[in-house]
Each structure stands twice: as structure tokens, then as C-alpha cells.
């Protein structure tokens, strides 16, 4: 439900459902858990089947309370804090995720640096958001279906990130979907916020599978707005270049 999908796919969908991905999964998964990558470390394929690496940075917004850490986590496969610890400072994960392009066959490993920071410690100290927005790919801007206020404020958060830069991937995120009891964003309501902004809108909650299932459609869906965004800004770049070397009027 709800994940828009873009007009133009460059990734295969569902990649890690198909038989031919499992070589590549395998590298980011141990005895059907997820292996965790230190900063420095980086899943290691032989030497016929080697891939490229692309970075990005993603920072992760939203309220105190509203689920990032959990999140952070989720997408990393590590245990989810069930208390809430406020986060005192930037937190970063490093995710690995394979991806398959449609056009050409060619794989490619994502590697994401989540940056989750406590929204109290940024409210807190001036010097951690320009941090966080230095050089960043990517937002995952969070809301929770149990707090309607957390929904209410995604405009001014959306709004205030694109103010300061128009080349940036945006994704919507609705945390604790699994609480469905105390639901208090109506899914009209989801409906109308994805059209106005036309953004995708995707949710998490629940126990974590020892599958990949429940992370697959987010890591997807950031694979690929931020492919479609380097396409962009290579074209860019190369019109600009023809406009420097003169072969465009
Ligand atoms: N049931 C359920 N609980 C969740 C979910 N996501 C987060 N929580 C719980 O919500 C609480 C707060 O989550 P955190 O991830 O610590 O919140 P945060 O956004 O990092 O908060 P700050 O660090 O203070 O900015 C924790 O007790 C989590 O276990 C979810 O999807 N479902
Ligand atoms: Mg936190």
C-alpha cells in the first residue's frame, strides 16, 4: 500500500526475492541475520563478480519520540531499543544494500550512512545540524500514526529542508504502523498529504522479521530516487560541460 511508484523504474523490484540476487544478499546477511558493517568495513565479493560502491548520506528527521533510532536500527537489522532513550548527539549506521539496474543487468552495492540524530540534542546545540546537512543525498522525514501532531508538522519540516537545497531525495516515513489500536493518522489522510507533495509514503512497525521483507520496500525506494537523482545531476553536469566546450548553443 501507499509506496508511489516512480514513473521511470531504474531498480528491479523485489530484487532480493529473485534467485539471482542471493549471492549478492548473502554478503549482508549471516545465519539469517544481518551482518553489521563498522565504518570502515564493506561486504566483500569475488573477485568475477565484483560491484561498485556508491556512498550516500541520509539523515533521518523527525520528532523526539517519533521512532528514528528505532528505525536506524530496523534498516540495519539490529535490535530495536523497546524504551526510548533520547539520542544525546549524532548517531550514525552504515547499511549495505544490493541493488540490480533494470537497463543493463548491472549490480550495484548501496552503501547508506544513516544519520540519526535526537531532535532534542539538535534543537540543543547549533553546530549538529549544519553537520548533519553538510553533503547529504537524502532525507527520511519520520512521522508516527500514533501522533497526529508528528504528521501535522511534516509540511514545515519538508518545507524547511528544501528552502536549503533543491537536489535532495525525499522520503516520508510513518513509524508504528504495528500499533493500529491507537491509530491517529487516518489513511485518507496519508492519501491526500501523498498527492499534495507528491512524495512517497511508506510505513515500518512490528517485530522485526528475520527477513528482509520489511526493510526491502524502504531501502528500494531510497535506492532508487537517489539513482534517479545522480542521473539527473550527471545530465546536468553534462550539459553543462557541452555549454563549456561549445558544443551546445
Ligand atoms: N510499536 C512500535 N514502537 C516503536 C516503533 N518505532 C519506535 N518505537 C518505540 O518508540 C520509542 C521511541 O523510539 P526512538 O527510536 O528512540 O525515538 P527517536 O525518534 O530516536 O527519539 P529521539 O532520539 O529522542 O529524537 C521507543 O520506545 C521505541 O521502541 C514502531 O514502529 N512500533
Ligand atoms: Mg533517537
Not at 54 to 79: C, E, H, M, Q, W
Not at 187 to 209: A, C, I, M, N
Amino acid at each position: 500500500m501507499m509506496a508511489r511508484v516512480p514513473p521511470r523504474a531504474y531498480i528491479v523490484p523485489d530484487w532480493h526475492r529473485c534467485k539471482d540476487s542471493k549471492e549478492y544478499f548473502n554478503k549482508i546477511i549471516h545465519k539469517k541475520n544481518r551482518k553489521n558493517f563498522g565504518l570502515l568495513e564493506s561486504p566483500v565479493m569475488p573477485p568475477y563478480a565484483a560491484v561498485d560502491t556508491l556512498d550516500y548520506k541520509i539523515f533521518i528527521s523527525g520528532k523526539s519520540g517519533v521512532g528514528k533510532t528505532a528505525l536506524a536500527a530496523r534498516l540495519a537489522g539490529l535490535n530495536i531499543p523497546s524504551v526510548h532513550h533520547e539520542t544525546t548527539g549524532i548517531q550514525t549506521t552504515v547499511v549495505y544494500w544490493p541493488v540490480k539496474l533494470r537497463e543493463n543487468g548491472r549490480v550495484l552495492f548501496f552503501r547508506l550512512q544513516l544519520w540519526d540524530c535526537g531532535e532534542n540534542a539538535l534543537r540543543r546545540f547549533d553546530h549538529l545540524l549544519p553537520s548533519c546537512k553538510e553533503q547529504v543525498d537524502a532525507v527520511l522525514f519520520l512521522f508516527s500514526f500514533t501522533d497526529r501532531t508528528s504528521f501535522q508538522d511534516l509540511s514545515n519540516q519538508i518545507t524547511k529542508w528544501t528552502e536549503s537545497t533543491d537536489c535532495l531525495v525525499k522520503v516520508v516515513v510513518g513509524t508504528k504502523f504495528d500499533l493500529f489500536m491507537h491509530c491517529d493518522v487516518a489513511e485518507r489522510d496519508v492519501r491526500k498529504f501523498q498527492e499534495t507533495w507528491r512524495l512517497p509514503v511508506l510505513h515500518s512497525g512490528g517485530e522485526v522479521s528475520d527477513g528482509l521483507g520489511d526493510v526491502a520496500p524502504i531501502l528500494n525506494c531510497l535506492a532508487e530516487n537517489l539513482w534517479h537523482q545522480d542521473c539527473v545531476r550527471a545530465g546536468a553536469t553534462g550539459r553543462q560541460q557541452q555549454h563549456e566546450t561549445g558544443t551546445l548553443p
